[in-house]
Nanobody
């Protein structure tokens, strides 16, 4: 069972980037998937989540209206499309997976059992 985040890079403010979370050993559509980020010197924060059980999604306030979470079941991959990027979006982005909840998707780390290595996103001119 493995998760791998990829697609990070350097982008100018106002630009776009799409990071991917690919799974091996299990189907992402059978799990809640969450995205987190951690900037240097800051605590890890939940950014977005998705549950295919009820098609629920959630975006944190700092990224709402700019980021979108989507799934591709055929590719067993979840994407985080990031538009209108800002320098404060600079962080290592991680994806995680956990069991379905009756209450939709979540970013509670206590219930996210599988974590991938992160991918660095840097927003700078």
């Amino acid at each position: 069972v493995q998760l791998q985040a990829s697609g990070g890079g350097l982008v100018q403010p106002g630009g776009s980037l799409r990071v991917s979370c690919a799974a091996s050993g299990f189907r992402l559509d059978d799990y809640v998937i969450a995205w987190f980020r951690q900037a240097p010197g800051k605590a890890r924060e939940g950014v977005s989540c998705s549950s295919s059980r009820d098609d629920s999604t959630w975006l944190s306030d700092p990224v709402k209206g700019r980021f979108t979470i989507t799934r591709d079941g055929a590719k067993n991959t979840v994407y985080l499309q990031m538009n209108s990027l800002r320098p404060e979006d600079t962080a290592v982005y991680y994806c995680a997976a956990g069991k379905f909840s009756a209450y939709g998707c979540y970013v509670d780390v206590d219930y996210l059992n599988y974590w991938g290595k992160g991918t660095q996103v840097t927003v700078s001119s």
